[in-house]
């Protein structure tokens, strides 16, 4: 398969402090990648880097053949309609004053997509694809009216309604129970499959990851430690590091 994603020699320095340190990634089309480490080991700077949040160091992002990190702002922001980053608390991430409908349909409003009654028509369409149905009656209510789970559902419709090519998902589960926890990550995988996605999942959950994704790559301390198919890192890690995660992720000792 071709990359979709290319990640190369990325580093990212906050304050003289590297976060990210020659990260190398690739990215199929409908692949699903999980991006995995602890707090502070990069995974979430490297998202952010792909989505345009932060500016690289050093190294390159190419997004279908492109160079995004040498693409002029005014087009890496027309490129980056092809990627969508779902950020971690649903609580924070809608904004409380709109209604679900408005806040689905914000991001084809800032990229001048369609009219007014196509809008609509794919927010009820995107709102379906989440599974909060009766699309009408939640596109009409407030973000206050939702669950956490309900709420992250519609973070993913808001993603998926400009029909992007990449997904970024930063921790989606954070702060749900276990059952709801598996319900999103089920979801991201039925969409990846149905939609032909491409869903770079990042997380501190091996569990999960193991639940739902193609590939793992483990990140410690701003750098890639491991990667490998799902069964082989899980099965047989190589690494010291991932060989804990995985432990207390069975549990075993």
Same mark, same amino acid.
């Given at each position: ?6 990640? /190369?020699? *990325?580093?990212?320095?906050?304050? +003289?402090?590297?976060?990210? #340190? =020659?990260?190398? $990634?690739?990215? !199929? %089309? ?20 792909? /989505?345009? *949040?932060?500016?690289?160091?050093? +190294?390159?992002?190419?997004? #279908? =053949?492109?160079? $995004?990190?040498? !693409? %002029? ?181």
């Amino acid at each position: 398969m071709s990359a979709l994603l290319e990640i /190369a020699s *990325l580093s990212v320095v906050y304050n +003289g402090v590297p976060a990210v #340190d =020659g990260v190398h $990634l690739q990215v !199929a %089309a409908g692949e699903s990648v999980a991006l995995v480490g602890g707090s502070g080991a990069g995974k979430s700077t490297v998202a952010r880097a792909v /989505a345009g *949040l932060v500016t690289p160091t050093a +190294g390159s992002i190419r997004f #279908d =053949g492109i160079d $995004l990190t040498a !693409a %002029a702002r005014r087009r890496g922001r027309a490129l980056r309609r092809g990627m969508h980053l779902v950020f971690q608390d649903p609580y924070a991430s809608l904004p409380p004053g709109l209604r679900v409908g408005e806040i689905v349909a914000e991001p084809m409003v800032i990229h001048r997509i369609g009219t007014r009654d196509s809008r609509r028509a794919a927010v009820l369409e995107a709102l379906e694809a989440v599974r909060l149905a009766p699309a009408t009656d939640f596109a009409a209510r407030y973000p206050h009216e939702l669950s956490g789970g309900q709420r992250q559902r519609v973070a993913f419709a808001r993603a998926l309604v400009t029909r992007p090519r990449l997904l970024l998902a930063d921790e989606p589960t954070s702060g749900l129970d276990a059952s709801l926890r598996l319900e999103i990550v089920d979801l991201m995988t039925e969409l990846a499959r149905t939609q032909g996605l491409a869903v770079v999942h990042i997380t501190h959950d091996l569990a999960l990851a193991g639940h739902s994704c193609d590939r793992i790559v483990v990140m410690r301390d701003g750098r890639i430690v491991e990667t490998g198919s799902t069964a082989t890192v899980l099965a047989n890690p190589s690494h010291q590091y991932t060989a804990a995660l995985v432990a207390a992720a069975t549990g075993a000792h």
